[in-house]
């Protein structure tokens, strides 16, 4: 594909992912406008509300500052005026996210990665700064370098890896390219394919990643069953109407992915905290005075030591992607009966282990931040214990599928019986 092409399509898609991520905010709020404030409305905060939220989505911390009229009004004491929100609905940033590897993918496939991934990082940038140029909030007030920087990430970042993975697999005719040559020599030299480490590697990462996620999903789906009437309770006491309704409950909708890392985390043993000196893990429950909002009436007033068991669900995860691993090795060369070939599938061990275990602490570090004042300064995930006990847990099941004694194929003979 001509490279002008590749870099036109690749900021077109940048400026879809924003425009459509502005959208998605934009409409609801207009909405809320119209019908829950009606003639009081002060249109000229619509805009900058949106923008806010979009930039809070994409991990742009809001510096908020309380007037001294609402705060008589609302009866908020002075020392939580000033407070810092930066817990982030995930959504927003999910969908800039997979809309961006896509992109990157794309422009892969089209033999200029490289190009399209800088155009669509430097479009996402422009509209980043047009954004922050164009919504002066005295309310919720943003750094210019965060509200640039942060959101030019979340597209940069997972662009360039789907470029890359799709380079990878299907090779760039340039760096990637070289770098898997390089690799192909040492085995070559070595007697061990090397290059089969890599693709098990990433398959296995990749398992254990998604496989993490969809524990916490799963986690949350069953809470939501079992914990629905407090969830209801809470939205009855909050007193709210049909219009106010609908914005906590697409406020919630937006953080699901968020609540879904929390459940990750409980079920790999660390939990979470929903304020400084809260604990919310299977060891148990700990959470004292909480924000009413209906979405946290899913956690549990107690826990049990039989919850523990929940960590089988990551070992078995880690079973899952060390078996995908050890299926590319042997189909890459390794002979799992031959001598020395531990030394690829330890490496692979390490290198999931590892990995995932970055990957889990980056989750968490997403997954957390302030939505107030006071304990509500540290809400979220810790991330080291996460990306220790996620590798540990991970590292036992693959290492069980890895290393499990190979069995050897039944010859098939072609002779004739003889009478």
Same mark, same amino acid.
């Given at each position: 594909?001509?490279?002008?092409?590749?870099?036109?399509?690749?900021?077109? +898609?940048?400026?879809?992912?924003?425009?459509?991520?502005?959208? #998605?905010?934009?409409?609801?709020?207009?909405?809320?406008?119209?019908?829950?404030?009606?003639?009081?409305?002060? @249109?000229?905060?619509? @805009?900058?509300?949106?923008?806010?939220?979009?930039?809070?989505?994409?991990?742009?911390?809001?510096?908020?500052?309380?007037? +001294?009229?609402?705060? $008589?009004?609302?009866?908020?004491?002075?020392?939580?005026?000033?407070?810092?929100?930066?817990?982030?609905?995930?959504?927003?940033?999910?969908?800039?996210?997979?809309?961006?590897?896509?992109?990157?993918?794309?422009?892969?496939?089209? /033999?200029? @990665?490289?190009? /399209?991934?800088?155009?669509? =990082? %430097?479009?996402?940038?422009?509209?980043?700064?047009?954004?922050?140029?164009?919504?002066?909030?005295?309310?919720?007030?943003?750094?210019?370098?965060?509200?640039?920087?942060?959101?030019?990430?979340?597209?940069?970042?997972?662009?360039?890896?789907? !470029?890359? #993975?799709?380079?990878?697999?299907?090779?760039?005719?340039?760096?990637? +390219?070289?770098?898997?040559?390089?690799?192909?020599?040492?085995?070559?030299?070595?007697?061990?394919? @090397?290059? !089969? #480490?890599?693709?098990?590697?990433?398959?296995?990462?990749?398992?254990?990643?998604?496989?993490?996620?969809?524990?916490?999903?799963?986690?949350?789906?069953?809470?939501?069953?079992?914990?629905? /009437?407090?969830?209801?309770?809470?939205?009855?006491? &909050?007193?709210?109407?049909?219009?106010?309704?609908?914005?906590?409950?697409?406020?919630?909708?937006?953080?699901?992915?968020?609540?879904?890392?929390?459940?990750?985390?409980?079920?790999?043993?660390?939990?979470?905290?929903?304020? !400084?000196?809260?604990? $919310?893990?299977?060891?148990?429950?700990?959470?004292?005075?909480?924000?009413?909002?209906?979405?946290?009436?899913?956690?549990?007033?107690?826990?049990?030591?039989?919850?523990?068991?929940?960590?089988?669900?990551?070992?078995?995860?880690?079973?899952?992607?060390?078996?995908?691993?050890?299926?590319?090795?042997?189909?890459?060369?390794?002979?799992? =009966?031959?001598?020395?070939? %531990?030394?690829?599938?330890? &490496?692979?061990?390490?290198?999931?282990? $590892?990995?995932?275990?970055?990957?889990?602490?980056?989750?968490?570090?997403?997954?957390?931040?302030?939505?107030?004042?006071?304990?509500?300064?540290?809400?979220?995930?810790?991330?080291?214990?996460?990306?220790?006990? #996620? /590798?540990?847990?991970? &590292?036992?099941? !693959?290492?069980?599928?890895?290393?499990?004694?190979?069995?050897?194929?039944?010859?098939?003979?072609?002779?004739?019986?003889? +009478?």
């Amino acid at each position: 594909m001509n490279r002008l092409l590749v870099l036109l399509l690749s900021a077109v +898609d940048a400026l879809i992912a924003a425009a459509v991520g502005v959208a #998605v905010v934009f409409a609801p709020l207009t909405v809320f406008w119209v019908a829950g404030l009606g003639g009081s409305a002060d @249109w000229g905060a619509l @805009w900058p509300t949106a923008v806010r939220i979009w930039q809070l989505g994409h991990f742009v911390p809001l510096h908020i500052a309380l007037s +001294d009229g609402y705060l $008589v009004a609302a009866g908020i004491p002075a020392q939580a005026a000033a407070f810092i929100v930066s817990l982030a609905p995930l959504a927003l940033a999910v969908f800039t996210a997979v809309f961006a590897a896509r992109s990157g993918v794309r422009a892969a496939r089209s /033999g200029a @990665w490289l190009l /399209g991934v800088a155009s669509g =990082s %430097a479009v996402t940038l422009l509209l980043a700064a047009g954004l922050w140029a164009t919504s002066h909030n005295p309310v919720a007030a943003v750094f210019g370098w965060q509200s640039l920087l942060f959101p030019t990430l979340v597209f940069a970042v997972p662009a360039l890896g789907g !470029a890359l #993975v799709e380079a990878w697999r299907g090779g760039d005719d340039g760096v990637v +390219d070289a770098v898997r040559d390089r690799i192909d020599g040492a085995d070559a030299h070595r007697g061990h394919p @090397w290059a !089969a #480490v890599v693709s098990a590697t990433g398959r296995g990462v990749g398992i254990s990643v998604v496989g993490l996620v969809g524990a916490g999903a799963l986690v949350i789906a069953v809470a939501a069953v079992l914990r629905g /009437g407090q969830v209801v309770a809470l939205f009855e006491a &909050a007193h709210v109407d049909a219009a106010g309704g609908s914005m906590f409950a697409l406020g919630q909708l937006a953080y699901l992915p968020t609540l879904i890392i929390w459940g990750a985390s409980f079920v790999a043993g660390p939990g979470f905290a929903v304020g !400084a000196g809260t604990a $919310v893990s299977p060891a148990g429950t700990a959470l004292g005075v909480v924000p009413g909002l209906p979405v946290l009436g899913l956690i549990p007033e107690s826990s049990s030591p039989w919850l523990f068991a929940l960590v089988l669900v990551i070992v078995g995860v880690g079973f899952v992607a060390g078996a995908a691993a050890r299926t590319r090795l042997f189909a890459g060369g390794v002979d799992g =009966s031959a001598p020395g070939s %531990a030394l690829p599938r330890l &490496a692979t061990l390490a290198a999931i282990a $590892v990995l995932a275990a970055a990957a889990a602490a980056l989750l968490a570090v997403c997954a957390s931040g302030s939505i107030g004042p006071g304990r509500l300064a540290e809400v979220g995930i810790a991330p080291g214990p996460l990306a220790f006990s #996620v /590798g540990v847990e991970l &590292a036992v099941g !693959a290492a069980i599928a890895l290393f499990a004694p190979a069995t050897p194929r039944p010859q098939t003979s072609l002779a004739t019986p003889v +009478d």
